[in-house]
């Protein structure tokens, strides 16, 4: 293995940059090459990576001979059909960013794709990375003495405006409960060490995009909601989601409770969308609540203000990307984050967009399979 790694980008649009300014600051790293068909996003790109070669498709790209990894960063649509392609011209370690697909009937395709994929692949769930969540997830069992109650609420903006605006339609996003919330579906099952039995929802869009149009339709992804997950171990989560809420001085509120007490984790929203006039940014905090004796803790969690600077993500890009190197450095046998991990998120997240639809509960048998897949 070369002492530089060279990335090849698939996809540099709003979080494509992210990973351009987190890439920069890892030593021994390089963007050597980059397809991204959209001229304004190119021309960004090209500001963040100067020496990297711009190819006009995804084979051009995996012609590059020096490329040692591969990053996808495309739409949520695309990503299926392109880690199909890249398994029939060059197989290559690969980050990918969630959600793994879109449409049920993908299912059958990722389970193919792993089947025969001869290189790891790591997906992109980068919450598990940020600093007071990765906080609460070494000190949930001891804090809790084992975690009964799981609690994720979000309050944060609309969607943000992104390139052809695909992400105003379920049928390219995946629905809310998928492009939105996948991250936090994971972060359930990691927390509470079990897979989801029952998975209920309420949801509707109330208030965003009504007034907005796209070749005479209006915009269909639902903007709040609540899900409710039980586990086979006995334990219960629950997903409370609302997106317009940007005034919310935190918008991650984690909280995981168990007989022995309680840790919570506080998150900032991007600190370029913190007004001026209120000062500095929130800092993300800990804070254990044990039942005896009585008495929360309170730890600040801050955050290296050039990770900052590089993302909206409280670091967390930077610190998964330490990690996928390690991978592809062979100095860790295996992605911390499975394509097993990625479908599973995605699948909580379609349960949960057809219970939000339908009103009744969708049930996971006791092989995993949930019934909007079809059966191998």
Known sequence: ???????????????????????????????????????????????????????????????????????????????????????????????????????????????????????????????????????????????????????????????????GDWNRFNAKTGGTFVEKCCHFFDLMRLVLKSEPVRIMASASQSVNHLDETYDDRTPDILDNGYVIVDFANGSRAMLELCMFAEGARYQEEISAVGPHGKVEALVPGPGRFWPDHLGAAPTPKLIISPRSPKGPELREIPVDATLLEAGDHNGSTFYQHKGFLALV????????????????????????????????????????????????
């Open 1 to 163: 293995m070369p002492d530089t790694i060279n990335y090849g980008i698939i996809g540099c649009g709003m979080m494509g940059q992210e990973h351009l300014r987190n890439i920069a600051l890892l030593p021994n790293t390089r963007v050597a090459a980059i397809y991204e068909p959209d001229s304004e996003m190119a021309a960004k790109a090209h500001v963040l990576a100067p020496d990297a070669v711009f190819v006009s498709s995804l084979a051009a790209l995996l012609a590059v001979p020096e490329l040692d990894c591969l990053l996808i960063v495309s739409p949520n649509f695309c990503h299926m059909e392109q880690l199909e392609h890249i398994k029939a011209l060059r197989p290559l370690p690969i980050l990918v960013e969630k959600p793994l697909f879109t449409d049920p009937k993908d299912a059958a395709r990722l389970e193919q794709f792993r089947a025969e994929y001869s290189a790891p692949v790591w997906v992109a769930m980068e919450y598990r990375y940020m600093p007071p969540i990765a906080a609460l997830l070494k000190e949930a069992d001891v804090a809790t003495g084992g975690v009964a109650m799981l609690t994720i609420r979000e309050h944060r903006f609309p969607f943000l405006e992104k390139v």
């Open 329 to 376: 450095r062979g100095l860790q046998p295996d992605p911390e984050v499975s394509l097993s991990d990625g479908w599973k998120a995605v699948a909580m997240g379609m349960a949960a967009q057809q219970s939000a639809l339908s009103g009744q509960p969708v049930n996971v048998d006791s092989n995993g399979h949930f019934p909007l897949f079809p059966k191998p």
